[in-house]
């Protein structure tokens, strides 16, 4: 099982900056693809930014609103996963989710598991 917990929330002006951390507990950590979700009031939830295992080569992917100004990093030997927010705008205001999600192996049966944080707010205003 992997725990979660992010932190780097906050309010910021439109054109700033804010790192999220998410912080993972286990041993697995290393085993999980990891990703970056948010829902803002109103919507559904969506999927920001995702990196693969580093055994995999690390592939990150972005949703294209964010391409350009968000980059997603994950530090297996602290069990951490950051978000780097640059040039930050009013419609990035969300509450902002870690995810992991990770597959262990029975015999010949595979099992993918997941889980998520409790989320960190992002509030970006003038």
């Known amino acids: 099982q992997v725990q979660l917990v992010e932190s780097g929330g906050g309010l910021v002006q439109p054109g700033g900056s804010l790192r999220l951390s998410c912080a993972a507990s286990?041993?697995?950590?290393?085993?999980?693809?990891m990703d970056w979700y948010r829902q803002a009031p109103g919507k559904e939830r969506e999927l920001v930014a995702s990196?693969?295992?580093?055994?995999?080569?690390?592939?990150?992917h972005y949703t294209d609103s964010v391409k350009g100004r968000f980059t997603i990093s994950r530090d297996d030997a602290k069990n951490m996963v950051f978000l780097q927010m640059n040039s930050l705008k009013p419609e990035d205001t969300a509450v902002y989710y870690c995810?992991?999600?990770?597959?262990?192996?029975?015999?010949?049966?595979?099992?993918?598991?997941?889980?998520w944080g409790q989320g960190t707010q992002v509030t970006v205003s003038s």
């Open positions: 995810y992991a999600k990770w597959t262990t192996l029975t015999g010949s049966s595979a099992t993918t598991h997941n889980n």
């Open positions: 286990g041993t697995i950590f290393s085993r999980c693809t």
């Open positions: 990196i693969g295992t580093i055994i995999s080569g690390g592939t990150t």
